[in-house]
């Protein structure tokens, strides 16, 4: 069974910025396409950005410009780099594969709050 320990998440003001991060067991981050999702309190999980194994990434529009994603294979782990953070960004912030693996599972997830 895969795990995904994903870190990083706090409160910050506007405008300030978090580097989240994602630990993976075993080599599915350097053979798979990974992604960021974040599910806002009472919405569901949603698409944020996702980077190939040959490093292109995409990103949804509403953070475009504002989030990087990258990958370090050697340390099976993944990035969400977050600058000028809205308070619309205030979710809870999950990795895993891009598209989703059948029967995969879900980390813990790691808050993110962002105070207007």
């Known amino acids: 069974q895969v795990q995904l320990v994903e870190s990083g998440g706090g409160l910050v003001q506007a405008g300030g910025s978090l580097r989240l991060s994602c630990a993976a067991s075993?080599?599915?981050?350097?053979?798979?396409?990974m992604g960021w999702y974040r599910q806002a309190p009472g919405k569901q999980r949603a698409f944020v950005a996702s980077?190939?194994?040959?490093?292109?990434?995409s990103y949804v529009d509403s953070v475009k410009g504002r989030f990087t994603i990258s990958r370090d294979n050697a340390r099976n782990t993944v990035y969400l780099q977050m600058y000028s953070l809205k308070p619309e960004d205030t979710a809870v912030y999950y990795c895993?594969?891009?598209?989703?693996?059948?029967?995969?599972?879900w980390g813990q997830g790691t808050q993110v709050t962002v105070s207007s």
């Open positions: 895993n594969t891009v598209p989703l693996r059948l029967g995969s599972s």
């Open positions: 075993g080599s599915i981050v350097s053979t798979n396409a």
């Open positions: 980077i190939g194994t040959s490093g292109s990434t």
